[in-house]
């Protein structure tokens, strides 16, 4: 069965989904294929704090209704060093900015409805997916559905599928670069139905690790503490994680966490990855097939929505005004935007970690960070602006 379409796009998550439906509004055909299922897709816990420029983009996509309905706009949050708190008014520092608290989970969800809403074409569960002849002037993809061989021949192919996806593989050996920085540790994180204990995220630095308190909506929590990388999560129960939670909270806030049942336990390690360039020929990398950030920074779903808007704007530059400029500057204009996420992320997670080799040097210098940012204004406000997203 072979088929034509514009735009090929491998990975279903929220970034080939979120420049399908845009693609789908300027009037770009495009086909969506996943090796996975919709199920298995929703079923993934990720990342829920959205820079504005995310949420403007589900809103160019016209599907940011229940976004705005339902988010949880954050002004700001709290930094902790050894149970000092200091609030970063994200709202005041950057001239009105805040970000938004939506799971990626309904972010998927709503883009997926649209789809459906829209009957345009999306192929889960499909087997041995495989990008041809992207150097040329006629790629097409190849897989297998339910026993049937499919072929679809397009213009271009967009891999949104991941770093483990196939496109990152097919262009590995295809003059590649991967910059990579592997940390010490990794996030214990516990999702549980219960009321988050502070309406602002918390992130703490303590003499036991790091600590994170996030949440999902005013009745579902994400909480993180910092663990060894050589630990089982099959090592913790969820009693054993609330107490060494509070341990790390400032009194205050310990005495106020509820807990509950676990709803999901994970250990994620944490690294740096940046691949370059992101564009092969007619294949262009997005999202986590390109890079990856250490979740300090609530960088990774935000960088793949810029990647988004970047490849989005360079197809519809070619469609409508048969440019081929935006394509061109493709990769050197994500890459900009992406090394400064991954320099904030690197930075908030030195600053928040405790690493197996500190020295009291190093712990000094935290200190000192810590300081600069409560005595700073300027040091607080590159913080904020960062957090917030720069600017596509």
């Known amino acids: 069965?072979?088929?034509?379409?514009?735009?090929?796009?491998?990975?279903?998550?929220?970034?080939?989904?979120?420049?399908?439906?845009?693609?789908?509004?300027?009037?770009?055909?495009?086909?969506?294929?996943?090796?996975?299922?919709?199920?298995?897709?929703?079923?993934?816990?990720?990342?829920?704090?959205?820079?504005?420029?995310?949420?403007?983009?589900?809103?160019?996509?016209?599907?940011?209704?229940?976004?705005?309905?339902?988010?949880?706009?954050?002004?700001?949050?709290?930094?902790?060093?050894?149970?000092?708190?200091?609030?970063?008014?994200?709202?005041?520092?950057?001239?009105?900015?805040?970000?938004?608290?939506?799971?990626?989970?309904?972010?998927?969800?709503?883009?997926?409805?649209?789809?459906?809403?829209?009957?345009?074409?999306?192929?889960?569960?499909?087997?041995?997916?495989?990008?041809?002849?992207?150097?040329?002037?006629?790629?097409?993809?190849?897989?297998?559905?339910?026993?049937?061989?499919?072929?679809?021949?397009?213009?271009?192919?967009?891999?949104?599928?991941?770093?483990?996806?196939?496109?990152?593989?097919?262009?590995?050996?295809?003059?590649?670069?991967?910059?990579?920085?592997?940390?010490?540790?990794?996030?214990?994180?516990?999702?549980?139905?219960?009321?988050?204990?502070?309406?602002?995220?918390?992130?703490?630095?303590?003499?036991?690790?790091?600590?994170?308190?996030?949440?999902?909506?005013?009745?579902?929590?994400?909480?993180?503490?910092q663990c060894a990388v050589s630990e089982n999560v099959e090592d913790w129960t969820a009693d054993m994680f609330w107490d060494e939670l509070r341990r790390r909270l400032p009194d205050e806030a310990a005495q106020k966490v509820i807990t509950g049942p676990a709803l999901e336990m994970s250990i994620a390690p944490l690294c740096s990855v940046v691949s370059e360039p992101m564009r092969f020929g007619r294949l262009f990398l997005a999202g986590d097939a390109a890079h990856i950030v250490p979740p300090t920074g609530a960088k990774g779903l935000n960088l793949a929505a810029s990647d988004v808007h970047y490849l989005f704007e360079a197809f519809r530059e070619h469609y409508a005004d048969n440019s081929t400029a935006g394509i061109d500057d493709y990769s050197r204009r994500a890459l900009l935007r992406v090394w400064n996420a991954e320099r904030f992320s690197w930075w908030m997670t030195s600053v928040m970690h405790r690493f197996p080799d500190m020295s009291t040097f190093d712990r000094r210098i935290q200190r000192s960070e810590f300081y600069q940012l409560t005595h700073s204004q300027a040091a607080s406000t590159a913080l904020a602006e960062n957090y917030v997203g720069l600017p596509y």
Request: proline residues 3%; contains cysteine; charged residues 25%.
């Open 1 to 225: 069965m072979t088929i034509r379409t514009q735009v090929a796009i491998i990975g279903s998550g929220p970034a080939g989904l979120l420049l399908g439906q845009l693609l789908f509004k300027a009037g770009i055909d495009n086909i969506v294929v996943d090796r996975v299922s919709k199920e298995h897709i929703l079923g993934r816990i990720r990342a829920g704090v959205l820079e504005e420029g995310t949420a403007g983009l589900m809103d160019q996509a016209g599907v940011g209704a229940r976004l705005q309905l339902e988010n949880l706009p954050h002004d700001g949050f709290d930094l902790v060093f050894d149970n000092e708190v200091h609030r970063i008014d994200l709202f005041n520092l950057t001239g009105g900015k805040r970000v938004h608290v939506y799971g990626q989970t309904e972010m998927t969800q709503d883009l997926m409805d649209a789809r459906e809403a829209e009957n345009l074409t999306t192929f889960y569960d499909a087997q041995n997916v495989f990008p041809h002849d992207i150097d040329g002037e006629s790629p097409y993809l190849t897989f297998e559905k339910d026993g049937t061989s499919h072929r679809i021949d397009c213009d271009f192919i967009a891999g949104c599928d991941g770093f483990h996806g196939i496109c990152r593989k097919v262009v590995a050996d295809n003059g590649m670069q991967t910059f990579e920085k592997v940390y010490p540790f990794g996030w214990l994180g516990l999702l549980s139905d219960v009321p988050p204990v502070h309406e602002e995220l918390i992130y703490v630095n303590h003499s036991l690790g790091f600590a994170l308190c996030s949440q999902r909506s005013k009745t579902r929590s994400r909480y993180y503490v």
